[in-house]
């Protein structure tokens, strides 16, 4: 009773301040219009007949279809394939460094790098070096092994980049729930005797295993939302991403790709769900608490060893991968001539319009990066501090972009924006121009920055901001000078995540864009496809070093302006 009094309260509270009630509004338009009316135009497509009814014949029709068929098929064993391996070598990397003493500070910054790697590169770099190093022209394949007829094309191409590119996700998830794990527990099975593999088996595994699936999920849904790799190393082995992408742009069937993308968003958004809502749930109830006192780490060789090499390999493998780009873009000609040379930049920037592909990507990053930080902010906000009835409804849209395939959400855009409901509206003029291009990176970004917004601001007491509305201050003035302030580091955290996010994105924008722009995830893409590797890589290099500068930048910024600087100097 005295708990739905006070969410009465809060809700009357609520209502009595218009900023706060213009916010939701605003907010609850913004979603609806670029997240939830695309993804319905896309539905109503697939069902809706040039007659005026209801029909399942479009769906009868591209099922009817072998190709579609295939692409099905190939998209879920490479998205089973790519999340079991990346879950399997994310445990190895997390079990190393939670419960293995390693003797070398090397291999902590190794592991450090190779976490940072995939959120700070464009996504198909390493298809790009795994075609310089093991295809026909292949360093490794025809200079060192000699075989001049390999293929990297295909199932396994895709799955080994995505497993590459995908399993440091896995590290990072399943090195918190490692940390959290009670070191009592398994002490006291080793001092009942129980062997190391015993106690990881009998004890450890058991209480991972929900955040086992949960990484699992996550990694199988990046890989089969994955457009880049499959475009780039897939060859003729088509996914549902690619074969939407080719039913819009080569078939121009806009009724059969939006077919099409229900069946990926249906895959894509049935395993959120199971992944949200089922074991999320689980991995917090097994893991209650932190550690409650520090862990003995294993100094035995006999288990020591193994992992850390197998570490050290995978990591290394990754890195020479990731050196093979700028590489590719200082060689004359890749497999031929390898005379250094730096011919390929000079074409990017005198030849191939270098200077607008970076402008244009840089400055739609850069504005879309500070609406996503403070939009994730503020949705983080009336998540964990404010009660209203709309309050589930904000949460579960801003989070659904997580969901939704690029290409997905891409062709929702075209159909919704162009021939849908706002297509001779006022939105009318809104595709082809620079609004829509940033309003995806925002969706996009959006779920991230959420994410972190949500977990910085449950650690904060609710009494800080009600001291201040007590002394008359409004929603907007706690916001900004209580709350803001004491998740700088996440606001920071999420505007540079942003803009990387924003300038290596291609799924979406790559149907979106115009000739009007260049940007240079696209134009990476395009010289990839033409085999023009030198150009390709001179593009990913200055992408790659613009990315590491901006979050060696944001390090910076919050090593000085953070919040956690202050609280040392308190302590």
């Not at 075989?147 to 590119?165: C, E, K, P, R």
């Not at 999420?494 to 803009?499: E, P």
């Amino acid at each position: 009773m005295a708990s739905r009094q006070g969410a009465s309260l809060d809700r009357k509270k609520l209502m009595a301040d218009p900023i706060m009630v213009t916010t939701i509004v605003v907010l609850i338009t913004f979603l609806t219009l670029f997240i939830l009316y695309p993804l319905a135009v896309l539905l109503v497509d697939s069902v809706y007949s040039k007659d005026g009814g209801i029909t399942l014949s479009i769906f009868q029709r591209i099922f009817g279809m072998s190709s579609f068929r295939t692409a099905i098929t190939n998209t879920l064993k490479v998205g089973f394939t790519v999340g079991i391996f990346s879950t399997l070598i994310g445990l190895l990397f997390a079990y190393v460094e939670v419960y293995v003493k390693v003797r070398t500070k090397f291999m902590g910054g190794l592991f450090q790098v190779v976490s940072m790697l995939p959120v700070v590169s464009p996504p198909f770099v390493l298809s790009l070096s795994m075609i310089m190093l093991f295809g026909k022209a292949g360093i490794i394949t025809r200079y060192i092994l000699h075989i001049y007829d390999n293929s990297v094309y295909g199932f396994w191409g895709i799955a080994i980049v995505q497993t590459l590119t995908f399993f440091p996700v896995c590290y990072m998830m399943l090195k918190g729930l490692l940390k959290n794990i009670d070191p009592s527990l398994e002490e006291a099975a080793r001092d009942m005797g129980a062997s190391r593999f015993k106690v990881f088996a009998s004890v450890t595994l058991p209480l991972i295993l929900p955040g086992l699936g949960n990484a699992f999920l996550v990694t199988f849904i990046e890989s089969i939302a994955d457009f880049a790799n499959p475009m780039i190393i897939g060859g003729s082995y088509d996914t549902l991403a690619t074969t939407i992408y080719l039913q819009i742009t080569g078939a121009y069937d806009k009724e059969g790709a939006a077919a099409m993308a229900v069946v990926l968003l249906t895959i894509t958004l049935a395993m959120y769900l199971v992944q949200k809502y089922v074991l999320e749930k689980k991995t917090a109830a097994t893991l209650t608490g932190k550690a409650s006192r520090a862990r003995m780490l294993i100094e035995d060789r006999s288990v020591t060893t193994p992992l850390t090499v197998a570490c050290s390999a995978i990591a290394l493998f990754v890195i020479i991968m990731y050196i093979c780009v700028p590489f590719g873009a200082l060689f004359n000609t890749w497999g031929y001539d390898f005379t250094l040379t730096t011919k390929w930049f000079v074409r990017v920037f005198q030849k191939y319009k270098g200077f607008k592909a970076f402008k244009d990507s840089f400055l739609l990053s850069l504005a879309a990066a500070p609406i996503t930080a403070l939009l994730s902010m503020i949705i983080s906000y009336l998540v964990v501090k404010r009660k209203f009835r709309a309050r589930g409804f904000i949460e579960f849209v801003s989070m659904l972009a997580m969901a939704v395939p690029g290409t997905v959400l891409g062709i929702g855009y075209i159909r919704g924006f162009v021939n849908g409901v706002f297509g001779t509206g006022f939105l009318q003029g809104i595709y082809g121009s620079a609004a829509i291009l940033i309003i995806v990176f925002v969706v996009r970004s959006l779920p991230t920055g959420t994410r972190s917004g949500i977990s910085a601001l449950r650690q904060i007491d609710k009494s800080i901001e009600e001291s201040a509305y007590d002394m008359g201050a409004d929603s907007f003035t706690v916001f900004m000078t209580v709350t803001l302030p004491l998740i700088k580091d996440s606001f920071l955290s999420g505007l540079v995540t942003a803009f990387v996010r924003s300038i290596t994105a291609i799924s979406a924008i790559i149907l979106l864009v115009t000739p009007q722009f260049l940007l240079i995830t696209v134009q990476i893409n395009e010289f990839a496809e033409k085999g023009s590797y030198g150009i390709a890589c001179a593009f990913a290099t200055i992408l790659i070093a613009i990315t590491y500068g901006s979050v060696l930048l944001m390090n910076l910024v919050t090593k000085y302006f953070g919040t956690s600087r202050k609280y040392k100097e308190v302590d």
